[in-house]
């Protein structure tokens, strides 16, 4: 029944084989859609190159740089998608960044420019990337973004990207507000703590999924695949009915008081 196929579907923060965005971006691709890749440039073509090979196997239509702290470039990245598809249908907002000192630490020394940058990049992009798409979404469309339990409650550690989930979930809020009169849903999965680039500049982010493993219902935390399947639903009409929703891909760890 999951089927997406003749769905345009961009996918952002592919960095390695062990990002959450390779999990979605493969399991929509097993559900029939057409997919677009996004990339961090950096100066020595080094992620091109990489996400390049990494994703060959999907044959992406759309494989295009996009930092999101640069207007121009998140321009030129959906310019590119109005001339090959004309539509898009699903967008994937995988990406965060905080610059370590925010990651660790006391919270109140976390200094002004890391809190700023940490917002930009984890936050604001939701709300730039969905203003770029929306009016190509002229079908309706599904946007999809990715937080985590820090961003509720206090998680040693995870400090100043907590604020900047927590700023993310209500993106999530309002921007399916606005957006729902248009048929364009827009929802968050909220992931059990995976060993990514990004996760290993938390400090301890071992001992957060040994936590998880010994304590969560199902006694173990989640893979990128299984994040991939709940996205592949999410993005499909059999969840039509779901908007403004933080759906929780953690092996039940958020429903334990300890
Ligand atoms: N790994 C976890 O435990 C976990 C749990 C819950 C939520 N998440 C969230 O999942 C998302 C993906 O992270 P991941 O764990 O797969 O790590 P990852 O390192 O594989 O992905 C992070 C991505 O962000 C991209 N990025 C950073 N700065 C950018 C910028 N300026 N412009 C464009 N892209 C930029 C990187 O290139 C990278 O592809 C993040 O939002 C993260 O907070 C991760």
């Known amino acids: 029944?999951?089927?997406?196929?003749?769905?345009?579907?961009?996918?952002?923060?592919?960095?390695?084989?062990?990002?959450?965005?390779?999990?979605?971006?493969?399991?929509?691709?097993?559900?029939?859609?057409?997919?677009?890749?996004?990339y961090l440039p950096d100066?020595?073509?080094?992620?091109?190159?990489?996400?390049?090979?990494?994703?060959?196997?999907?044959?992406?239509?759309?494989?295009?740089p996009c930092d999101v702290q640069n207007e121009a470039q998140i321009t030129s990245a959906f310019e590119a998608i109005a001339q090959k598809w004309g539509r898009l249908d699903i967008l994937i907002h995988c990406l965060a960044f905080a610059d370590k000192e925010g990651l660790t630490g006391d919270f109140s020394a976390i200094p002004k420019a890391a809190f700023t940058q940490a917002l930009e990049i984890s936050t604001y992009s939701l709300v730039s990337l969905t203003r770029a798409a929306k009016p190509l979404m002229s079908q309706g469309g599904s946007i999809l973004t990715l937080t985590y339990l820090g961003g509720v409650k206090v998680i040693p550690n995870y400090n100043l990207m907590g604020i900047a989930k927590a700023g993310l979930e209500m993106s999530v809020r309002y921007l399916a507000s606005e957006l729902g009169p248009l048929n364009?849903?827009?929802?968050?999965?909220?992931?059990?703590?995976?060993?990514?680039?990004?996760?290993?500049?938390?400090?301890?982010i071992l001992d957060m999924i040994h936590h998880v493993e010994k304590v969560a219902p199902l006694r173990r935390t989640v893979t990128q695949v299984e994040v991939g399947n709940t996205a592949a639903f999410l993005c499909s009409d059999l969840a039509s009915g779901i908007t403004g929703q933080i759906i929780y891909v953690d092996a039940g760890y958020e429903i334990m008081g300890m």
């Open 43 to 64: 100066d020595k073509g080094r992620f091109e190159k990489k996400v390049g090979e990494l994703v060959d196997p999907l044959n992406p239509s759309i494989f295009v």
């Open 184 to 204: 364009i849903r827009v929802n968050a999965i909220s992931a059990g703590p995976i060993r990514t680039l990004a996760s290993s500049a938390v400090g301890g």
């Open 1 to 38: 029944m999951l089927d997406l196929t003749g769905k345009n579907a961009l996918v952002t923060g592919i960095a390695n084989n062990r990002s959450i965005a390779w999990g979605i971006a493969q399991q929509l691709h097993k559900a029939g859609a057409n997919i677009g890749v996004t």
